[in-house]
């Protein structure tokens, strides 16, 4: 009899054991996914090891991305919201929880250290909560209403970012609103941006302000970062999909600075001894396992 209950113990904990592993790494996939990627971009994990990003590459909780000179990536999340990174961006993820069948515990949270963004929001926020989404910077926190918006941190990095006016944007965070609404808040005081809207917040003490359309700074990122990459289909037979006239490459060349008005400061790619860990090589798109193809 001791024997079978022993057995059953070892058995149970076995299971368990099995079952730890199986939903860690379902909670893990159910984070975010690199979709699109030119250049070089490294994830420094809750642990301080880095990992060389690639498209198809995992994104997971606690994950502080970084993004390489010259180079963009977009993620999508298991919610369905994206979220697209310019050169030389850190943008942590703090928070992230989605379960389609729990609206109530749905939670994201991410943080811009450095560099500019674009974001399409999901789920999360619009079916719930609508304070589950938010976006933070150092000088104020972003929340959404079901939106596309751009965010723009310069810290004396951002000289040359061409403006309307001709002069580098200033030092701060600089917000567009493509779709939707988003709302600012900084210092106990809240704004209202809306579509077409841009917004500014100087410093931490200093409330957020709206932007005339002639001076706001967007956030603009090379269109076919937005395709996604697909598995398994040759890239000699969707090699034309890249540009609208059929004439595109199977890979996407490098950005240009004709591309964009995207921020291209100095590569802030964590070093080893900030993490303790080796430099991680670039990881270039294999254009043979990976071409694009228009969201669906």
């Not at 904990?13 to 893990?28: E, G, H, K, P, R």
């Not at 942590?92 to 939670?107: C, L, M, R, S, V």
């Not at 609103?177 to 106990?188: D, I, K, P, Y």
């Not at 700074?217 to 598995?231: G, Q, Y």
Request: net charge neutral; hydrophobic share 40%; proline share 6%.
């Amino acid at each position: 009899m001791k024997q079978v209950i022993r057995r059953f113990v070892r058995l149970a904990c076995f299971m368990w054991l099995c079952f730890s592993v199986v939903a860690y790494a379902f909670a893990a996939a159910e984070t975010g996914m690199v979709m699109n990627m030119e250049g070089s971009m490294t994830a420094k994990g809750t642990d301080g090891t880095l990992r060389a990003l690639k498209i198809f590459s995992k994104v997971l909780l606690g994950d502080i991305l970084f993004m390489g000179k010259d180079s963009y990536a977009r993620v999508k999340f298991a919610d369905g919201a994206q979220i697209t990174l310019q050169p030389a961006t850190q943008l942590k993820i703090e928070d992230y929880h989605f379960d389609a069948q729990q609206p109530e515990k749905d939670n994201a949270g991410f943080n811009l250290v450095k560099g500019g963004l674009r974001a399409i929001s999901g789920l999360i926020g619009k079916r719930g909560n609508q304070d589950s989404y938010r976006v933070k910077a150092r000088t104020a926190t972003v929340g959404i209403r079901g939106t596309q918006f751009g965010m723009l941190f310069c810290q004396g990095d951002c000289s040359n970012i061409p403006t309307p006016e001709g002069n580098p944007p200033e030092d701060g965070l600089h917000l567009d609103v493509m779709e939707g609404s988003v709302v600012l808040r900084n210092a106990g005081t809240t704004q209202l941006l809306n579509a077409g809207q841009f917004g500014f917040v100087r410093d931490t003490a200093t409330p957020p302000v709206i932007v005339p359309t002639e001076r706001g700074v967007r956030v603009d990122i090379p269109a076919r970062i937005s395709l996604d990459r697909v598995r398994g289909v040759s890239g000699e037979k969707n090699r034309d999909k890249d540009k609208p006239d059929g004439k595109g490459a199977g890979t996407p060349a490098e950005p240009k600075a004709s591309d964009s008005k995207a921020a291209k400061p100095d590569a802030a790619e964590p070093s080893a001894a900030e993490s303790g860990a080796a430099e991680p090589g670039t990881a270039e798109p294999d254009a043979a396992e990976s071409p694009v193809c228009p969201v669906q």
